[in-house]
């Protein structure tokens, strides 16, 4: 087969394990309702805690016992998403020495390194499990979906944070694109409801503290905006050449235009100001995928409901598109920030609203931050016409990354 | 507390069930713990942790290379838990 080096690739199947629910379906439902998956953590040992709004996944019953055990929290949410999206996608008959995966997390398992921490201090080395390291290796979602599908052509963790799962999603591109494999699984997964980092966000005055009203705590854009509410998750997306999506007569939901990243080489947590990486990383993705500002119709914002980094994404905005101004909407104000799962969950988003040509709204945007210059969906979800949509995706470390899907 | 061969067998499996997912007709002496009853070493590493706490004994990894199938595993236990 020939490497295309250029050109769209097909998206086949899509998966979402989300705080809106257990599937894709929950997902687009919940985000045109415009529904909040956010809740207030209550009792030991989050009552001590400054900031204690969190959205969470139900992950009963989605896994066997046994399957489940010997798998991190974070690799289980990333395994039922991709099945979801395995199974969506016809369950591709590929060769396994051309499937890759590409399975992004901002933290791996951190849920079993602290947990297995308070099990070494209290009864001592013997009883920590042999299973510790492949649980919170940060590869481990990838490590658990390749094993899961059979693939043979790599599996790969990109690790950037907040970007890591639309990395994840450009690294596919990618490969695809090499001509070495036919098929990517690709997508992020997080899960760190935990009361230590969410101590660390609360210290660097990251997260909301607006405990009386938690539905109403992750409200991108809007003048009451206070941090983002921390949320845990996965979504996957298989892609696959175009080529070989026709062959096998697949279902294509949308395909992947191009992709661009940058770095801000600014600061190590906050964005800079003037948003000039994340701009760059949208001008990249549109000439990756041969389009111009006038032809994207719509914005999947990373927008995480903090006081500096809505403002400085809508200057990106700004910069890299000029007057042009498309539907932005922000996925976050009802999921919450799933960090290296949001770049996953949000470009599924994303194909989902290319695909039916419909982008849902912003939840609790009130009272439009004057700074905030974008044409953002309020309260009814808007028509979208154009065929092409980002999806952008910036993280601590000044990682920025932007998504092209097109019709 | 001296232990039985019984008891031992028999705790053994509710082990193995837990960690494993083994069903107790499968847990005889004459079963190997990798071919016959697929526990991986990281396993096996579980499955000794959990026999040391419920019976009170000591099995050295020098013992476990030892260990291959259920029985063996039974009469080191009982053993260990005679001296202990």
């Known amino acids: 087969m020939t490497a295309a080096l250029a050109g769209p690739v097909a998206v086949t199947g899509l998966g979402a394990l989300t705080p809106l629910g257990p599937d894709v379906a929950a997902l687009t439902e919940g985000l045109l309702s415009s529904r909040s998956g956010v809740r207030?953590?209550?009792?030991?040992?989050?009552?001590?805690?400054?900031?204690?709004l969190a959205a969470t996944v139900d992950l009963e019953g989605r896994l066997e016992r046994l399957e489940a055990r010997t798998l991190?929290?974070?690799?289980?949410?990333?395994?039922?998403?991709?099945?979801?999206?395995w199974d969506d996608a016809g369950q591709p008959a590929v060769a396994p020495e051309r499937l890759a995966v590409v399975i992004g997390s901002g933290i791996g398992g951190a849920l079993t390194i602290l947990g297995q921490a308070d099990v070494l201090r209290e009864k001592g080395p013997r009883a920590v499990s042999p299973h510790l390291v492949p649980m919170l290796m940060p590869n481990g979602p990838a490590a658990a979906v390749g094993l899961a599908l059979g693939a043979r052509a790599g599996v790969h963790t990109p690790v950037s944070a907040c970007a890591s799962g639309a990395e994840a999603i450009a690294m596919a591109l990618d490969l695809l694109r090499s001509?070495?494999?036919?098929?990517?699984?690709?997508?992020?997964?997080?899960?760190?409801?935990?009361?230590?980092p969410m101590a660390g966000f609360a210290?660097?005055?990251?997260?909301?503290?607006?405990?009386?009203?938690?539905?109403?705590?992750?409200?991108?854009?809007?003048?009451g905006r206070d941090g983002f509410v921390l949320g845990e998750g996965a979504g996957v997306l298989v892609l696959e050449t175009e080529e070989h999506a026709r062959a096998r007569g697949a279902t294509i939901h949308a395909r992947l235009g191009g992709?661009?990243?940058?770095?801000?080489?600014?600061?190590?947590?906050?964005?800079d100001p003037a948003g000039t990486g994340a701009a760059r990383s949208i001008t990249l993705a549109l000439r990756d995928a041969g389009l111009t500002a006038a032809d994207v119709g719509h914005v999947n914002a990373h927008a995480t409901s903090t006081p500096l980094g809505d403002?400085?994404?809508?200057?990106?905005?700004?910069?890299?598109?000029?007057?042009?101004?498309?539907?932005?909407t922000a996925t976050k104000s009802c999921t919450g920030h799933l960090l290296g799962a949001a770049g996953a969950v949000e470009a599924v988003a994303t194909v989902v609203a290319l695909r039916d040509g419909i982008i849902p709204p912003v939840r609790n945007l009130d009272d439009i931050d004057d700074e905030a210059d974008v044409d953002a969906v309020r309260v009814v979800a808007r028509q979208l016409q154009h065929d092409a949509a980002l999806s952008t995706s910036f993280g601590f470390g000044g990682h920025d990354v932007s998504l092209v899907f097109v019709r | 507390m001296t232990l039985t061969q019984v008891d031992v067998l028999s705790g053994l499996a509710e082990v193995l069930e837990e960690v494993s997912g083994v069903p107790a007709d499968k847990v005889v002496r004459e079963a190997a713990f990798e071919n016959d009853l697929e526990v991986d070493s990281l396993t096996m590493v579980e499955v000794?942790?959990?026999?040391?706490?419920?019976?009170?004994?000591?099995?050295?990894?020098?013992?476990?290379?030892?260990?291959?199938?259920?029985?063996?595993?039974?009469?080191?236990?009982t053993a260990a838990g005679v001296s202990a």
Request: proline residues 6%; hydrophobic residues 45%.
């Open chain 1, 40 to 52: 207030l953590l209550e009792g030991e040992p989050w009552d001590a805690l400054p900031a204690r």
């Open chain 1, 72 to 85: 991190d929290r974070v690799q289980q949410l990333a395994l039922v998403a991709a099945r979801e999206a």
């Open chain 1, 179 to 196: 001509g070495r494999v036919d098929v990517v699984v690709a997508g992020g997964s997080e899960a760190c409801v935990h009361p230590l």
């Open chain 1, 203 to 223: 210290q660097m005055r990251a997260l909301s503290t607006r405990h009386d009203e938690p539905e109403a705590a992750s409200r991108p854009y809007d003048k």
């Open chain 1, 259 to 271: 992709a661009g990243l940058a770095s801000d080489a600014y600061h190590v947590t906050a964005p």
């Open chain 1, 311 to 328: 403002i400085a994404e809508a200057r990106a905005f700004a910069l890299a598109l000029g007057a042009h101004r498309p539907a932005v």
């Open chain 2, 48 to 77: 000794v942790v959990a026999c040391e706490e419920r019976f009170g004994v000591r099995i050295p990894d020098e013992a476990l290379e030892n260990l291959r199938t259920v029985g063996d595993a039974v009469d080191f236990i």
